[in-house]
Nanobody, 130 residues
């Protein structure tokens, strides 16, 4: 079993920045493919960013939703079993609950699809005021 715990959410003004963290625990493993999704009130959960499995302590191929490209950066530190989402130039439309997800597949997946992910965190609220 894997537990994912997100942190770093909060209230920020438009144009500001936040860094979300997702700490994985529960068993010893090399962190697999990871993703960030978000869900705004009244909307379906949507893909934000994904990062592929890698044998190194950091790195991996990255994938982004068009709406966040150039503003958000996903990264990982396998030594700490942690994935990050650096969010810059935040907009009110980025307001949502952000979820971390892990896919226990050590090969390339469709990072954009929720169905590829096996474990989910409980989410952290990000609110961007105008």
């Amino acid at each position: 079993q894997v537990q994912l715990v997100e942190s770093g959410g909060g209230l920020v003004q438009a144009g500001g920045s936040l860094r979300l963290s997702c700490a994985a625990s529960g068993r010893s493993f090399s962190m697999p493919n990871m993703g960030w999704f978000r869900q705004a009130p009244g909307k379906e959960r949507e893909f934000v960013a994904g990062i592929s499995w890698t044998g190194s302590s950091t790195g991996g191929s990255t994938y982004y939703a068009d709406s966040v490209k150039g503003r958000f950066t996903i990264s990982r530190d396998n030594a700490k079993n942690t994935v990050y989402l650096q969010m810059n130039s935040l907009k009110p439309e980025d307001t949502a609950v952000y979820y971390c997800a892990a896919s226990m597949k050590y090969y390339r997946i469709n990072y954009y699809s929720e169905r590829e992910y096996d474990y989910w965190g409980q989410g952290t609220q990000v609110t961007v005021s105008s």
